[in-house]
C-alpha cells in the first residue's frame, strides 16, 4: 500500500545544516515492501537528487556520474548503500543494532547490489536485519552521509548512503540475523550513550523532523 503523508575511524564531510530537511517538491508517502517489490521506474540518482541539498548530495551524485558500477559493492573509491531510521511513531522510540563486524550501535542498512532503488535497498535490509516484516518506509531519503568503512578482511571504502525513515509497529519485536548481537529501543535523548557520529545525529534529527510532519497519521490500527 502507498499513500501520500497527510502534512503536519572516520572520514566525512562536516554535518549538513539543519535546513533542507526534505525536498519540499515531493510529499511524503509511505510504503510497505509489497509496493517496492513491485516497482520498476525508480533510480538511485532521482533517490539522491530528493535528498537534502548540499555536498554531501553533490558528491553522490558525482560518484554515480563517474561510475557506471556505483551500484555493486566492488566499486572503488565507494559505493551506494541505503540505511533506515526505524522509529515507533507511538513513542518515537529508535532502534539500534549492535554491528557484528564493525563493532558498533548503529541504523540497519546495506549495499545496493545493483538495485537503483534506494528506498526498497533500505527497506530490504531492514526487514532483514531486524525479523519485522511489518516496516513502511517514508519517501523521499531524509539525509544523505558518506563515510569510510573499515571491515575485516576488506579494504577500506566508502559507504555513499540514502537514509531513510522507517516506521515500526507498536508491537515490534526485533529477532535479527548474523549481522547484529543486540538491539535496543532509545528515546532520543538516550541516543548520546551509543557515542554516535555526527552523520547518525544529523540523521535523527532530520527523521525525527519527518515523523512530525506525519504525526496526524498516528495513531492507527494498520500500523
Request: charged share 25%; proline share 10%.
Amino acid at each position: 500500500m502507498q499513500r501520500p503523508a497527510k502534512p503536519c575511524t572516520s572520514v566525512r564531510f562536516r554535518p549538513e545544516p539543519p535546513i533542507s530537511q526534505v525536498n519540499p517538491t515531493k510529499t511524503p508517502t509511505i510504503c510497505s515492501f509489497e509496493v517496492l517489490r513491485k516497482r520498476n521506474q525508480a533510480n538511485a540518482k532521482d533517490a539522491v537528487l530528493a535528498g537534502p541539498v548540499g555536498p554531501i548530495q553533490f558528491q553522490i551524485l558525482n560518484l554515480l556520474d563517474n561510475h557506471s558500477n556505483a551500484l555493486d559493492r566492488n566499486c572503488r573509491p565507494g559505493h551506494l548503500t541505503g540505511s533506515s531510521l526505524i522509529i515507533r511513531p507511538q513513542d518515537s522510540r529508535i532502534l539500534v543494532l549492535f554491528h557484528a563486524k564493525l563493532k558498533r550501535w548503529l541504523q540497519p542498512g546495506g549495499h545496493a547490489d545493483n538495485d537503483g532503488d534506494m528506498a526498497r535497498v533500505a527497506l530490504r535490509e531492514a526487514i532483514e536485519e531486524t525479523g519485522i516484516p511489518q516496516l513502511e518506509i517514508v519517501e523521499p531519503a531524509i539525509d544523505l552521509d558518506i563515510h569510510v568503512v573499515d571491515p575485516p578482511y576488506e579494504d577500506a571504502h566508502e559507504h555513499h548512503d540514502v537514509r531513510y525513515l522507517v516506521l515500526a509497529p507498536e508491537d515490534a519485536c526485533p529477532k535479527g540475523n548474523y549481522e547484529s548481537t543486540g538491539f535496543q529501543w532509545l528515546d532520543p535523548d538516550e541516543i548520546q550513550h551509543i557515542n554516535p557520529d555526527d552523520g547518525f545525529l544529523r540523521m535523527v534529527e532530520r527523521g525525527l523532523t519527518m515523523l512530525s510532519m506525519l504525526q496526524p497519521v498516528y495513531p492507527r490500527s494498520e500500523i
